[in-house]
């Protein structure tokens, strides 16, 4: 049964970025967005008119200079393949004790319809209920758009640090 990796976090992050669970290549690999197809850090580097770093402790270094987290709504599920679709038996993250730990969050944004959509439906009670939430179409290479289109969608990620 695939688990997911521990949040990348730390006391001053306002955002926090959901994906679903990690994908086989992001498992093998042990880090976020592990898949070099995967949109996810050029993505986040673009918000800022910047180029990914190739080193994955300075990526990581890069979202919590942006007071950006990363976490997976699952903390484990069974499923073959990376698919979402192919999630069965989810089991969500402790999002209360995060919550606890990460009081400054402010938006939470989703990186996926179904992330979004499992967070919905596992995550009782919303430690995040009184907090923005976003749907941003995923940064996995599954979902075909081009990557102008994404990165418009997911400008409102840097624009929440925008105040």
Sequence with gaps: MPCCFPPVADRWSEVLLLGTM???DSLK??????NPRNAFWP???ALWGELPADDYEQRKR???EKRIALWDVLAACER????DAAIRCPIPNDF???AADHPLIRLVAFNSHTAEQLYG?????DPFA??????LPSSSPARAMRFEDKLAAWMPVRRAFEH
Aim: charged share 20%; no cysteine; hydrophobic share 40%.
């Design 22 to 24: 990690p994908s086989e």
């Design 29 to 34: 690999s042990g880090r976020y967005y592990g």
């Design 43 to 45: 993505l986040m580097y």
């Design 62 to 64: 890069f979202v919590l």
């Design 80 to 83: 073959e393949g990376s698919a």
């Design 96 to 98: 209360a004790a995060f």
């Design 121 to 125: 439906r596992l995550v009782r009670p």
């Design 130 to 135: 009184n907090v923005q939430k976003l749907m």
